[in-house]
């Protein structure tokens, strides 16, 4: 949903095909509209001083926050006739590598993208926008704002295999008002076939698959660089608490891994549990991954938080289906999820996403998973 009226916008534009459609998308009704270029830090990003060479969109692997990738945003920038500007959010990104250290070193299985569209995408940016006088910040996210209401509500995108509804939980109810998500009520071959129409060289570029910081998905390795002395060969566990083999570091694995662990027992084997205390891993059969129930805290609600039990839906990772579940609210920063069947794999430091239909209605940080 966009404006009706003629306004100020600062489009978080990554170099991806989704914020460079945003951004055309918004200058074509009329509003006045501002790029922007987050600078991050990562091992590929924008350097001071940094030219790029506007000539062609870059091909490879991707990130979000590359060299490449502020090549690309500054075109579509250039085409469009939009002011560009990179942001300097380095120091600020050092908090989510910290994050993302200190959650795997707690034996959790930390979630940045989500914290970084709370502390950056819809913290930090909304701040600068203010500076500006700019309206709205909008990003390329597949999910909706419906701001037809005094509280507005976060909706899922209409394109159920790319919703990012899951990931924008934590933004409070004061910033969806200024959040606009113009690519909402598109589906992915929607938002490229727009790019080609319009000539938006980025039109085929492939959808970025990593965390940006950690292009070569070792999440392991980048712990490691960062904390050397947290990683110390442990024991592997089976149900029974009997050493079948041993580990370099519990930071290696997450709840649910299947392939890497290094040990056969002749029969499928699954992470069940990390114990950074203790430093072991335990393995076990699938069975032993399931739970039905968790507890979250750290809640966000976009709703009144519920003051009895609530029959609703839940998301305990990205790339899971919701689930039909019930939620409490325990107190003012904890909740408590019974799922209806149970439910595989429930990782602590993931979050809990709660959703009544369409509507996503808070969350919370999974701190506990309760065994089937």
Same mark, same amino acid.
């Given at each position: 949903m966009l404006p009706a009226k003629p306004s100020k916008i600062l489009v978080a534009m990554s170099g991806g095909v989704d914020s460079s459609v945003a951004a055309s998308m918004l200058k074509q009704a009329g509003h006045e509209v501002v790029g922007c270029f987050m600078r991050l830090g990562s091992e590929d990003s924008v350097e001071d001083g940094y030219t790029c060479d506007p000539t062609k969109v870059r091909e490879g692997k991707q990130g979000c926050c590359s060299v490449n990738d502020? /090549? #690309? @945003?500054?075109?579509? @920038?250039?085409?469009? #006739?939009?002011?560009? &500007?990179?942001?300097?959010?380095?120091? /600020?990104?050092?908090?989510?590598? /910290? &994050?993302?250290? /200190?959650? &795997?070193n707690a034996g959790r299985t930390p979630n940045p993208c989500v914290r970084c569209n709370d502390w950056l995408k819809f913290g930090k940016l909304m701040q600068y926008a203010d500076t500006i006088d700019a309206d709205y910040v909008a990003t390329g996210h597949y999910a909706r704002v419906d701001n037809s209401a005094e509280v507005p509500k976060l909706l899922k995108g209409l394109d159920n295999a790319k919703d990012q509804s899951y990931v924008l939980f934590g933004s409070k109810l004061e910033r969806l008002k200024k959040m606009l998500l113009p690519i909402g009520e598109m589906v992915k071959p929607d938002v490229r076939a727009y790019a080609e129409q319009h000539k938006l060289p980025v039109f085929n570029k492939p959808d970025s698959q990593e965390i940006c910081f950690v292009p070569d998905n070792d999440y392991a390795r980048l712990v490691k660089e960062k904390s050397p002395d947290t990683f110390t060969a442990g024991k592997i566990l089976d149900r029974d608490g009997k050493q079948v083999g041993e580990h370099e570091g519990h930071q290696h694995f997450t709840i649910g891994q299947r392939r890497g662990i290094g040990v056969?027992?002749?029969y499928p084997i699954y992470v069940t549990n990390r114990d950074p205390n203790a430093n072991t891993i335990t393995v076990g059969t699938k069975d032993d991954l399931m739970s039905i129930g968790l507890t979250a805290n750290q809640t966000n609600w976009l709703i009144d938080p519920p003051t009895e039990p609530l029959k609703c839906e839940v998301k305990i990772r990205y790339n899971s289906p919701a689930v039909p579940a019930t939620v409490t609210a325990t107190g003012d920063d904890a909740l408590s999820v019974t799922f209806d069947e149970p439910v595989e794999a429930v990782t602590t430091g993931q979050a809990a996403v709660c959703y009544l239909g369409q509507q996503c209605i808070g969350g919370g940080w999974i701190n506990e998973a309760i065994p089937a």
């Open positions: 502020a /090549d #690309d @945003a500054r075109l579509v @920038a250039a085409m469009l #006739d939009i002011p560009f &500007y990179v942001l300097n959010f380095r120091s /600020d990104f050092g908090r989510i590598i /910290d &994050y993302f250290v /200190d959650e &795997y056969a027992l002749g």
